[in-house]
């Protein structure tokens, strides 16, 4: 129901510049089942770095091995037809990049993010907020929060895709102000820019604003809530955990489709005002 918070994308420039060796294949796709509900949406790049005969070994933030059946994640890569089972094959091997090379890489890096947040677009540039937070109380318009979640149905599920976009306990690694704020502080001293280790701090500020959101989305005193926090997070925590916790992550992927809001939720909501009082 919005935009991804994310701060910008890997510029293509950035990615011809470096071309790490690592030998692997980043691909495009869920190394878990998905429900129907979310087919045709995006997903992020995984790093497929072996096979071994109907499985492939998967690297998304993981810290033991995980295997994926080899039609499960050709499934995965095909559930998006705008992405057309995107594969990116890096073939560079023991390349070191010269100082100059990732110096002008860097600055060209961080011209491109800003060319394309200060783009005019309403889906993947700065008035994409713009455009979300007035969905968020517009009582008139079609796709206003106020009128999709009239009846509240929906609404629990629209909310933790908020908190799973920001917190690090959804499948995204959340929103990445932090760590976008560490690259300037890296870039400032690779630029010999001092500035930017000033804006670093900024984003740090900002990515604690977005943990307040998360926080207001989905509080945590609402039983059934933290049911459905703590099952999402058990979730990335078994991915990471590799092929021993395979059985733990699908079991809370399973339960978590039955942490849906009930009536009884849905008019506690109405009746305290929250959240309807946040859209409005």
């Known amino acids: 129901m919005g935009p991804s918070p994310r701060p910008g994308r890997w510029p293509r420039r950035w990615w011809r510049a470096t071309r790490p060796s690592c030998g692997r294949t980043a691909t495009r796709s869920a190394t878990g089942p998905l429900p129907e509900f979310l087919d045709g949406q995006g997903g992020h790049p995984v790093v497929a770095y072996a096979g071994s005969h109907d499985r492939v ?13 080899t039609a499960v994640l050709d499934q995965a890569r095909a559930r998006v037809g705008s992405h057309k089972n995107t594969m990116f094959v ?11 090379r990732l110096r002008a890489a860097v600055r060209d890096g961080l011209a491109e993010t800003v060319d394309h947040l200060t783009g005019s677009s309403t889906s993947f540039a700065v008035p994409a907020w713009r455009k979300w937070s007035r969905m968020l109380v517009d009582q008139r318009a079609a796709k206003g929060w106020p009128t999709v979640f009239a009846d509240r149905r929906g609404l629990l599920r629209a909310l933790a895709g908020v908190w799973e976009s920001v917190e690090t306990a959804g499948m995204d690694g959340g929103h990445l102000r932090g760590l976008f704020a560490d690259g300037l502080a890296q870039a400032a ?3 010999e820019e001092p500035a930017l280790a000033g804006e670093a701090q900024r984003w740090r500020e900002i990515g ?3 943990h307040l ?23 990335t ?13 699908a079991a809370a992927a399973d339960r978590c489709g039955d942490c849906g809001p009930s009536t009884r939720m849905r008019r506690r909501w ?5 959240p309807r009082s946040a859209p409005r």
């Open 57 to 69: 070994h998967v690297d998304d933030r993981t810290l033991a091995s995980l295997t994926v059946p």
């Open 90 to 100: 890096v073939q560079s091997s023991d390349t070191v990049v010269p100082a100059d």
């Open 189 to 191: 001293a690779v630029l």
């Open 208 to 210: 604690q604003r977005w």
């Open 213 to 235: 959101l998360a926080e207001t989305a989905l509080p945590e005193d609402v039983p059934a809530i933290v049911r459905l926090r703590e099952l999402t997070a058990t979730v």
């Open 237 to 249: 925590g078994a991915v990471a955990a590799g092929d021993p916790a395979a059985a733990q992550w």
């Open 270 to 274: 109405t009746r305290s005002g929250w």
